[in-house]
C-alpha cells in the first residue's frame, strides 16, 4: 500500500513533443506529490509538485495533472528539449503521518532526441 | 533559495577505515534531514531519518551502527560509514525538508577500495 507504480521505465521523444510519465498510488492518506529531475551523478532537483485539491498544476513546460479518484497522477513535459533528458522520480508523502517520508517511484530515464 | 549542500562530493577510501559525509542547509533550517542511498540506474533507498537534537530512525534493514548519523544542528547532519568495505560504495544524498518539501543535495560518491 506504500508503493508508488511508475511508468514508462524508459522513454523517447522528438524534440518538441510531449512526454508523459505516469504514477499511481494505493495510499489514500497521500496528500503531497512531488516530481523530481534528475541528472547522471547529481541530487534530484525538485520539479513541481501538487496536492489533492487542485486537479492540475503548471509551472512552465511542466504540467501534473492529478486524478484522485483513479489515485493516478502524471508529468506532462511540453514542447520537450534535449536538456530535459534526464530520470524523472514521482513521489508521494504523507504529510502529518508518523514520519514524512517520500515514497518514490521506480524512476522514468528520458531521452529527447534533436 | 532551499540550496542543500553536501561535502564531499566523493571520497575514495580504503577497506577497514570510516569516512564522514557532511549534509548542509545552506540558507534555511531544516528540522528533519534524511539519508538516501543510490545504485546505479535505481530510485532512492531511504536509509535513515534524522530530527535534530535527536536519535536518527533507521530503515529496516540499515546498521545503525555502521551507518552513524548525528543531527547537530538545524543545518547540519552528517552520516559517518564505519568500517568501510567495497560493497559500502554507492551514491549518498542527503535532503533537508521544509514542511513537506524535501530538497535534495548534489550526493556524494563514495568508493572503497
Known amino acids: 500500500q506504500q508503493q508508488v507504480k511508475q511508468s514508462p521505465q524508459s522513454l523517447i521523444v522528438q524534440k518538441g513533443g510531449i512526454s508523459i510519465i505516469n504514477c499511481a498510488y494505493e495510499?489514500?492518506?497521500?496528500?503531497?506529490f512531488p516530481w523530481y529531475q534528475q541528472f547522471p551523478g547529481k541530487g534530484p532537483a525538485l520539479l513541481i509538485a501538487?496536492?489533492?485539491?487542485?486537479s492540475e498544476k503548471k509551472e512552465g513546460r511542466f504540467t501534473i495533472s492529478f486524478n484522485k479518484s483513479a489515485k493516478q497522477f502524471s508529468l506532462h513535459i511540453m514542447d520537450s528539449q534535449p536538456g530535459d533528458s534526464a530520470t524523472y522520480f514521482c513521489?508521494?508523502?504523507?504529510?502529518?503521518?508518523?514520519?514524512?517520508?517520500?515514497?518514490f517511484g521506480t524512476g522514468t530515464l528520458l531521452a529527447v532526441q534533436p | 533559495g532551499a540550496v542543500v549542500s553536501q561535502h564531499p562530493s566523493w571520497v575514495i577510501c580504503k577497506s577497514g577505515t570510516s569516512v564522514k559525509i557532511e549534509c548542509r542547509s545552506l540558507?534555511?533550517?531544516?528540522?528533519?534531514m534524511f539519508w538516501y542511498r543510490q545504485f546505479p540506474k535505481q530510485s532512492l533507498m531511504l536509509m535513515a531519518t534524522?530530527?535534530?537534537?535527536?536519535?536518527?530512525?533507521?530503515e529496516q534493514g540499515v546498521e545503525k551502527d555502521k551507518f552513524l548519523i548525528n543531527h547537530a544542528s538545524l543545518t547540519l547532519s552528517t552520516l559517518t560509514v564505519t568500517s568501510a568495505h567495497p560493497e559500502d560504495s554507492s551514491f549518498y544524498i542527503c535532503?533537508?525538508?521544509?514542511?513537506?518539501?524535501?530538497?535534495f543535495g548534489p550526493g556524494t560518491r563514495l568508493t572503497v577500495t
Open positions: 535532503s533537508a525538508s521544509v514542511i513537506y518539501e524535501q530538497y
Open positions: 495510499n489514500t492518506a497521500f496528500d503531497y
Open positions: 501538487i496536492r489533492p485539491d487542485v
Open positions: 513521489a508521494a508523502l504523507n504529510y502529518g503521518g508518523a514520519t514524512n517520508k517520500l515514497i
Open positions: 540558507d534555511f533550517q531544516a528540522t528533519t
Open positions: 534524522s530530527n535534530e537534537g535527536s536519535k536518527a530512525t533507521y
